[in-house]
């Protein structure tokens, strides 16, 4: 019965974009269908990550449900019984399990963590909480409650994968086998192949990704756009003054990018679509034709989301926190055992 499991989070303090769901949310989707008969897979929601950035906390509750909605309306199937989806607070062996690994975590590592160290210098020490210092660990944790072995993330999360690794050996080393730990960010690149490198750019500055966090919003496509909203933001995307369409990252990097989300928004080979465009020299006609795309994406994925039926999403994330607590749970009694909290045995 007990199959390799493989398991991953997405955030869901934000609207999700385009480059999201082409990104994240349909390879995601696809490995779990791809993959749920040689393993059981573990989709969730990090909802006590969500906060550990400002967020506004009278949506956030909603926002929750709304991205599982969007995974059920991308393919997500709720009948599957390989693949679970379940909110982090529902199962509270994720905090418990935090504490206990928190003190035998090194301030000093915690300190040199990349992400750490990037968005705590945008928000400033006021503003940075302990939650996002604490954020490995929960992700830690909530890796090791499950015994999972394949963990796909994208490559700002490699170092917190390793440092799941470590924090699990050291605690195996110290006490005995209490967990799994998961494999190796290079066995991961080779389970999961290689990264196609797909990250679709912001439209105002191609040169960044396009990021659920941006402000303004103008460079950025959301799920929920209004569709003829998101084909006028097409329409004023950032190019260059080439006159020419190529497919260069370096030198028109606006370009290749509308390039690229046109072969995701067809469905098609990026060959294929460079193929049909490359030398043309009418921006506008090009544009025209991905704000299109655009438009007829959103318009139908829309319809999709509008159809997903609610009290069946609700009925699966309770039914996986019910099952999966009892996962959790007992990899937690085994951590609570060999710290002395827990007496020894049954
Ligand atoms: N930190 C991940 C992100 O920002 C989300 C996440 C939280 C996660 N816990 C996880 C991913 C555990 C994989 C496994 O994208």
């Not at 869901?12 to 385009?18: E, G, K, Y």
Request: aromatic share 8%.
């Amino acid at each position: 019965m007990t199959k390799p499991v493989i398991l991953t989070g997405i955030r869901a303090n934000n609207d999700l974009t385009i480059g999201n769901y082409f990104g994240a949310i349909l390879p995601m989707i696809d490995m779990a269908n791809q993959k749920s008969e040689a393993y059981q897979i573990n989709m969730f929601i990090p909802d006590l990550h969500s906060f550990t950035t400002p967020v506004d906390h009278t949506l956030l509750y909603e926002q929750i449900l709304h991205n599982a909605r969007l995974f059920v309306a991308a393919g997500l199937p709720l009948d599957n019984d390989d693949i679970h989806l379940y909110r982090q607070s529902y199962i509270p062996a994720h905090s418990e399990l935090t504490w206990i690994l928190d003190c035998f975590t090194g301030f000093g590592e915690m300190s040199r963590m990349t992400q750490f160290k990037d968005k705590s210098g945008t928000l400033g020490a006021e503003r940075t909480s302990m939650g996002l210092f604490n954020y490995p660990v929960l992700m830690a944790a909530d890796i090791l409650l499950y015994n999972a072995k394949y963990v796909p993330v994208g490559d700002d999360q490699s170092q917190h994968i390793e440092f799941t690794r470590g924090i699990g050996e050291r605690m195996n080393n110290r006490f005995g086998d209490i967990f799994t730990l998961p494999e190796s960010v290079a066995k991961q690149h080779e389970f999961f192949g290689k990264d196609q490198g797909l990250r679709i750019k912001d439209l105002v500055d191609p040169t960044k990704k396009m990021s659920k966090s941006d402000e303004l919003g103008k460079g950025v496509i959301f799920l929920g756009d209004d569709p003829a909203v998101a084909a006028k933001k097409i329409m004023s995307a950032t190019t260059d003054d080439k006159a020419e369409i190529h497919y260069d990252k370096e030198n028109q990097p606006g370009i290749t990018n509308l390039l690229e989300i046109l072969a995701l928004l067809r469905g098609k080979d990026l060959q294929q679509t460079i193929g049909e465009f490359e030398g043309q020299t009418q921006y506008g006609e090009f544009k025209k034709t991905v704000a299109g795309e655009v438009e007829q994406f959103l318009t139908n994925f829309q319809a999709q989301l509008a159809s997903v039926d609610n009290a069946a999403i609700l009925a699966k994330l309770e039914s996986s926190e019910q099952l999966l607590s009892g996962t959790a749970n007992a990899t937690l009694l085994r951590a609570q055992q060999a710290v002395g909290l827990r007496p020894e045995g049954k």
